[in-house]
């Protein structure tokens, strides 16, 4: 018999994924400020939202490192940060327009089995 997993397990599982696929992709450095990381919580920050829905809030490219500082003063206080995102990442910054402009998929269903394989697909390759 399998164990039923509930969407808050899940959402835990699915968090943790991502979080360790940013750490080890910006190799635990700030992506604002370039500070190391190593022995810090850094924290993962969403371009778009997580509120969102899913098609923001588990995508790769919405996704970079910060430093509590950077995250909480220039991303959230500050203007710019955005912009600041999409001239250091533009091929990240094409990805989520793309989602943008597809309606159909910014509700995706709370399929969190197929989002936590995909993670895991993704975390894999590096």
Known sequence: MTRKITTKGARRKL??????????????????????????????????PKAQGLAFRYNLNNVK????????????????GRQWFDNKFPKRAKEIQKIYKRKDIIK??????????????QHDRY
């Open 108 to 121: 995706l269903p709370r399929d969190y089995e197929i989002i936590a394989e995909f993670l895991k697909d």
């Open 65 to 80: 490192l910060l430093c509590f500082r950077c995250h909480r003063i220039k991303w959230h206080a500050e203007s710019g």
């Open 15 to 48: 968090d943790e994924l991502q979080r360790e696929f940013v750490l080890k992709r910006d190799n635990n450095t700030c992506q604002w400020c370039k500070a190391d990381l190593t022995n810090k919580k850094g924290d993962v920050s969403h371009v778009v």
